[in-house]
């Protein structure tokens, strides 16, 4: 069956970096686009990248400059490098492909 796992979240100073991973399973990873979106206490879940099955990307303009996405098809995993974090960026972030979620890995910005 379809599964998503994402890893990498934790607690970083405002300004650290953090790298998320998505890995994936049970479908053709090199054929789907593959989304990072994320939940902030209170809020709809967000829109945050996108990379296509050849590799174009598109950003929120929240994280645009900040964070980049990008995937490795011989590991059917994606990546969300996120740099110059921001406390706002504080959330639950998902991994999403055909049409399936993970679980989600906490990010929190905070000093």
């Known amino acids: 069956q379809v599964q998503l796992v994402e890893s990498g979240g934790g607690l970083v100073q405002p300004g650290g970096s953090l790298r998320l991973s998505c890995a994936a399973s049970?479908?053709?990873?090199?054929?789907?686009?593959m989304h990072w979106y994320r939940q902030a206490p209170g809020k709809e879940r967000e829109f945050v990248a996108r990379i296509g099955s050849v590799g174009y990307t598109n950003y929120a303009d929240s994280v645009k400059g900040r964070f980049t996405i990008s995937r490795d098809n011989t590991k059917n995993t994606v990546y969300l490098q996120m740099n110059s974090l921001k406390p706002e960026d504080t959330a639950v972030y998902y991994c999403k492909g055909y049409s399936s979620w993970g679980p989600g890995t906490q990010v929190t910005v905070s000093s």
């Open positions: 049970g479908f053709t990873f090199s054929i789907y686009d």
